[in-house]
């Protein structure tokens, strides 16, 4: 199942993910795709809002992984743009298996490390400067699921 969104803003993306964060549970694995600017970090502030974390979020581009403990679920927020070329491992499925929910970042670079189950979220620019294309792809029964009970959301707030 796919489900897409265009978002006017910021503010609409967030809503979206901090929905999102109200649906999932321990050990759901997300991941992010988009160009630079396509609003993944929006989207991971909004998530981890949505998770009722207080800390500040931006990108792990440097540390690969950030842990933020302080919500409903702890949050592995997972930026894998530098892990292309890695040789070593650095257990990326003890996150995925944990208590925690994953939101990986570039994604598609590790893609024979992810489960065979997660949500693909697919962000696009468009011609407009704040507009979003937002694609959630379900790979997976639990995905289908949390798909049918985001199908339900109006993301702009009315």
């Known amino acids: 199942m796919k489900l897409t969104w265009t978002t006017k803003g910021a503010d609409e993306t967030k809503r979206i993910a901090a929905a999102l964060a109200k649906l999932v549970m321990p050990g759901d694995v997300l991941t992010l ?15 981890a809002e949505g998770l009722g974390i207080t ?37 990326l499925e003890e996150y995925f298996e944990g208590e925690g929910v994953c939101l990986v970042e570039w994604a598609h670079l590790i893609e024979p490390q992810l489960p065979s189950s997660y949500l693909k979220i697919e962000m696009l620019r468009t011609e407009r400067e704040e507009e979003r294309h937002l ?19 109006d993301h702009t707030g009315h």
């Open 135 to 153: 694609t959630f792809d379900a790979k997976g029964e639990r995905y289908e699921t949390l798909c049918k009970e985001m199908k339900k959301f």
């Open 33 to 47: 795709e988009g160009d630079l600017g396509a609003g993944k970090t929006t989207f991971s502030k909004g998530f």
């Open 55 to 91: 800390r500040i979020v931006n990108s792990p581009t440097f540390t690969i992984i950030k842990e933020y403990t302080d919500g409903r679920l702890p949050l592995y927020h997972m930026d894998v743009y530098r892990m292309e070329d890695a040789e070593e491992e650095i257990g």
